[in-house]
C-alpha cells in the first residue's frame, strides 16, 4: 500500500463548477500538508499549504485536513479554464529532514 | 526573478552513455533535491542536499550520482543510463530542510535513454 494515495483521475469539469480533489494517507506522522499545480510541460509550484487538521482557504480555494481519517481535500469554487492542470497533494511529518511525500497527482480540465 | 534552471530540457541518448543534467538556483537556498516523475508513481526523490559538499540519498537513488560543489549548483550524474532511467526529472531548492518549506521546482527535464 502506498503511503499516500490519490486519484488519478482525468477528472473532467464545466467551467464554474465546484472541484473536489482528495488524497488518504497512511502515515499518522503526517502533519504538513501541501498541495501543488503543475500545469503541462511545467515543474509543481505550491498552492497551498497546512498544518495539522482544519480548513485553510486563499480565494477559491480552500484546503481541508482531517487528521483522524487521514483524509485530505481541495477544493475550488467557481472553476476556470486556468485551472486546468495536474495536481499533486504532499505532506511530511517535523521529524528533522523528513522528506515531502507526493501523490501520483489528479489530473483536472475545466471546460469552458 | 527567483527561479531554479534545469539543463538540457529534453535529452535523447543510448544506454551506458554518461550524462550530467544541470541544475542551478538563484535563491541561496542551501536544500537542493532531484525527484524524477512517472505515471501512476508520482514524484520520488532521487538524492537530496542540505548544504554545500552534504549530500544523501532519498527513495530512488540506484544508477544516480549527485554533487554540490557550489551552493547555487546540483547537478544530476547517470554514470551508465539505461531505459529505465527513461523519466521526467525536476530539480527544486527550498529555504527549510526536508519537507517543512516550499520547493520550488525547475521546469523539467524529459530524458529518454534508447
Known amino acids: 500500500q502506498k503511503e499516500v494515495e490519490q486519484d488519478p483521475g482525468p477528472l473532467s469539469v464545466p467551467e464554474g463548477a465546484i472541484v473536489s480533489l482528495n488524497c488518504t494517507y497512511s502515515n499518522s506522522a503526517f502533519q504538513y500538508f501541501m498541495w501543488y499545480r503543475q500545469y503541462s510541460r511545467k515543474g509543481p509550484e505550491l498552492l497551498m499549504y497546512t498544518y495539522s487538521s482544519g480548513n485553510k482557504e486563499d480565494g477559491r480555494f480552500t484546503a481541508q485536513v482531517d487528521k483522524s481519517s487521514k483524509y485530505i481535500s481541495l477544493f475550488i469554487r467557481d472553476s476556470q479554464p486556468s485551472d486546468s492542470a495536474t495536481y499533486l497533494c504532499a505532506m511530511t511529518s517535523n521529524f528533522g529532514n523528513e522528506k515531502l511525500t507526493f501523490g501520483t497527482g489528479t489530473r483536472l480540465t475545466i471546460i469552458p | 526573478e527567483a527561479q531554479v534552471t534545469q539543463n538540457p530540457r529534453y535529452l535523447i541518448t543510448v544506454t551506458g552513455k554518461k550524462l550530467t543534467v544541470t541544475c542551478s538556483q538563484n535563491m541561496n537556498h542551501e536544500y537542493m533535491s532531484w525527484y524524477r516523475q512517472d505515471p501512476g508513481l508520482g514524484l520520488r526523490q532521487i538524492y537530496y542536499s542540505m548544504n554545500v559538499e552534504v549530500t544523501d540519498k532519498g527513495d530512488v537513488p540506484e544508477g544516480y550520482k549527485v554533487s554540490r560543489k557550489e551552493k547555487r549548483n546540483f547537478p544530476l550524474i547517470l554514470e551508465s543510463p539505461s531505459p529505465n532511467q527513461t523519466s521526467l526529472y525536476f530539480c527544486?531548492?527550498?529555504?527549510?530542510?526536508?519537507?517543512?518549506?516550499?520547493?520550488?521546482f525547475g521546469p523539467g527535464t524529459r530524458l529518454t535513454v534508447l
Open positions: 527544486a531548492s527550498s529555504y527549510e530542510a526536508g519537507g517543512l518549506g516550499e520547493q520550488f
